[in-house]
Nanobody
Framework: VQLQASGGGLVQAGGSLRLSCVASGRTFSGLSMGWFRQAPGKEREFVAAISWRGTRLSYADSVKGRFTISRDNANNALFLQMNSLRPEDTAVYYC????????????????????WGQGTQVTVSS
């Protein structure tokens, strides 16, 4: 399966963006999915995760209440709605998928995922 992320861009602090990630090559519905981000000079960090049915969600403390992860299995798509953006949210955002996950589980570590998209740049100006 291949993941293609899009929706990044330049936005002022307080603004919103919606990231999308489309999967191709296999069925999407069996994959646990997540969003991660990596700022220059920093390690890739967890942002949000969703179980394959979309019933269980997890967020990093830094984005709770501002970001919302969702998925549309019928259309092989994953989303990240980002509101109240801050300059510290500036990073390359990656979508990731995990095959052979436990039903109903979500995963919050980089090493738990075996499929990665190419990343989309999000820049928040102050």
């Amino acid at each position: 399966v291949q993941l293609q992320a899009s929706g990044g861009g330049l936005v002022q602090a307080g603004g919103s963006l919606r990231l999308s990630c489309v999967a191709s090559g296999r069925t999407f519905s069996g994959l646990s999915m997540g969003w991660f981000r990596q700022a220059p000079g920093k390690e890739r960090e967890f942002v949000a995760a969703i179980s394959w049915r979309g019933t269980r969600l997890s967020y990093a403390d830094s984005v709770k209440g501002r970001f919302t992860i969702s998925r549309d299995n019928a259309n092989n798509a994953l989303f990240l709605q980002m509101n109240s953006l801050r300059p510290e949210d500036t990073a390359v955002y990656y979508c990731a998928g995990r095959t052979n996950g436990i039903s109903g589980a979500y995963y919050t570590t980089v090493g738990a995922y075996d499929i990665w998209g190419q990343g989309t740049q999000v820049t928040v100006s102050s």
